[in-house]
């Protein structure tokens, strides 16, 4: 076989990311609190900046006289911990005279609830762990669950409303019976099959359908605790005199210069490395703010597009959203998908109805009879006040709804009717008579 080598001279093109470039683009993604940490570590790493806090950071300044005893002060401040099922449920044990052995199997069992308050260890795998008989196990169970609130460590949803109808002391008579032995029927809607079986009548079943949804099916939610995230919009879109006006707030962000006077000393007093220096640290903060002189601008053209194709959602609400996507943002910008999705990550905005992510505005859509898109913000909307319109007695099943949607001229099926129903948390139609 005779191979043949020859040489040849091909052009392509490629793009190579500069250092200025990758930081521009770097910046553009951050959140503003990831942009204000950023921030505070350029300003240790480079002398050369100057950074000044806003106030509203930090809460304003303080009067002389509040740094008077200091040190309780700011114990005080200190937040403590949220209490968690575990620690509620574990003082409550200790107020109890409980021998020693069941007091170690309770704190056991409350260590092992999950957050909705349920028990998903079995028996067997306690017993085990305690070195404890089942029915030892058993005895510390009831104990657990005789602690507030009613139905905590209940091991399936029967037991915890079980649990609570036991506690109250004016239950609906037929409650216990119902839950007991056709929670199933009752769940699955089949009120005239139930009442015949029981031989009442319909109108007394609801009154305990009712009864039963005053029940609490997540008593350890009570304590989940989650931390308060707080936002701060990145823009603020406002209506003066008719007209839409765009606001980027940077109240919450420092202010970055460069120390002429700092940088006019250290010229005249370093030669040779220490030059360098600064040369090398002078052109990495003019770097730095003009990418942040690009990410504001940036930013803002994204807004604006955002308003000028959001206006009816801005005037009328959520059942106006307009689905827009990344491409034709770009497009219209002339700039990158890429740069359109770094621009919206993260980002907040407050309009007149209400605070967003930027990316809220970039739902998926389905398509309508005229060939546009209906977000799926606007759809779920509409679902929902369809629901609240219905007759209670009779209401719209999926299929129904589905039905008046494509009269309004949305192509949408059944299946993606449920799904949208099941998000906004309402009940089939069959929970809900």
């Known amino acids: 076989m005779y191979i043949n080598l020859t040489t040849a001279n091909t052009q392509t093109t490629q793009l190579n990311l500069t250092p200025e470039l990758r930081q521009s683009l770097f910046i553009l993604q951050f959140s503003s609190e990831e942009l204000a940490d950023f921030l505070q570590i350029k300003a240790v790493e480079n002398p050369l900046l100057d950074i000044e806090w806003p106030s509203t950071r930090f809460g304003g300044t303080f009067p002389k006289s509040a740094w008077v005893d200091t040190k309780d002060r700011l114990l005080n401040n200190i937040r403590k911990p949220e209490d968690t099922i575990e620690t509620m449920l574990i003082s409550q044990l200790r107020l109890r005279n409980l021998a020693k052995s069941t007091y170690a199997i309770a704190k056991y069992l409350a260590g092992n609830l999950n957050e909705a308050g349920y028990l998903d260890v079995p028996l067997e795998v306690v017993s085990h762990a305690c070195g404890a008989t089942e029915d030892e196990v058993l005895e510390a169970l009831s104990h657990l669950q005789n602690l507030e609130p009613a139905g905590i460590g209940a091991r399936d949803l029967r037991e915890c409303l079980l649990l609570q109808i036991c506690r109250d002391s004016n239950p609906d008579p037929w409650a216990e019976i ?68 765009l606001v980027i707030t940077d109240a919450y962000l420092p202010k970055v210069a460069v120390n002429e006077e700092y940088i006019s000393y250290l010229s005249g007093n370093m030669s040779g490395d220490g ?145 949208y129903r099941e998000e906004k948390n309402i009940l089939s139609s069959r929970l809900r008579s």
Do not use: W
């Not at 959001?310 to 740069?339: C, M, R, W």
């Not at 739902?363 to 913000?377: C, D, F, K, L």
């Open 178 to 245: 119902i839950i007991e032995n056709y929670l199933q029927e009752l769940a699955c809607g089949k009120l005239k099959r139930l009442a015949a079986q029981l031989h009442i009548s319909e109108d007394t079943l609801r009154v305990t359908l009712d009864y039963v949804r005053t029940l609490n099916p997540r008593p350890g939610l009570a304590f989940d605790h989650l931390p308060q995230n707080y936002r701060h919009p990145d823009a603020i879109i406002r209506k003066e005199q008719g007209d839409y006006v």
């Open 275 to 419: 030059s360098l220096y600064l040369r090398n640290h002078t052109q990495d903060a003019q770097q730095l703010l003009k990418s942040l002189e690009q990410r504001r601008t940036t930013l803002r053209r994204v807004i604006e597009i955002i308003m000028m194709e959001q206006k009816a959602y801005l005037e009328h609400g959520v059942s106006f959203l307009k689905p827009l996507n990344l491409k034709s943002i770009a497009v219209q910008l002339d700039l990158h998908e890429s740069t359109i999705s770094r621009a919206v990550q993260s980002k907040f905005i407050q309009t007149p109805q209400g605070m967003c992510e930027l990316k809220y505005f970039f739902p998926s859509g389905v398509s309508t009879v005229e060939g546009e898109n209906a977000s799926a913000e606007s759809i779920k909307s509409t679902i929902k006040r369809l629901v609240d319109l219905e007759d209670k007695r009779h209401p719209l099943s999926d299929q129904q709804i589905t039905d008046l949607l494509v009269k309004e001229g949305i192509q949408i099926s059944r299946r993606t009717v449920m799904k």
